[in-house]
């Protein structure tokens, strides 16, 4: 009995670890701005008939503009943003 109590305790710390690990937001860095920029250009290609495309690389370009300057959080901001307009999943973090 003890022993499944523990092994129940320690599978929900394990659990509630990996929860707030997932919801910590990782650092917006360059690496971040190309991996969605690639991630938008995959989808734009996929679904060129897309209604909001025009609008959605404006956007995308001036957010590769926002992090090429440094602005890193902005930069994925809008390149989320970007990817949501035209109907693309986009990453949790």
Request: aromatic share 2%.
């Amino acid at each position: 009995m003890k022993r499944s109590i523990v092994i129940l305790l320690a599978a929900s710390l394990l659990a509630s670890g990996i929860e707030s690990m997932a919801a910590e937001k990782a650092p917006a860095t360059m690496d971040a701005c190309n991996t969605l920029a690639a991630d938008f250009d995959t989808a734009a290609k996929a679904n060129p008939g897309a209604p909001k495309l025009n609008d959605a690389m404006k956007k995308r370009d001036h957010a590769l503009t926002e992090c090429k300057a440094g602005k890193y959080e902005e930069g994925v901001k809008g390149l989320r943003h970007a990817l949501a307009e035209i109907g693309a999943r986009t990453p949790a973090n």
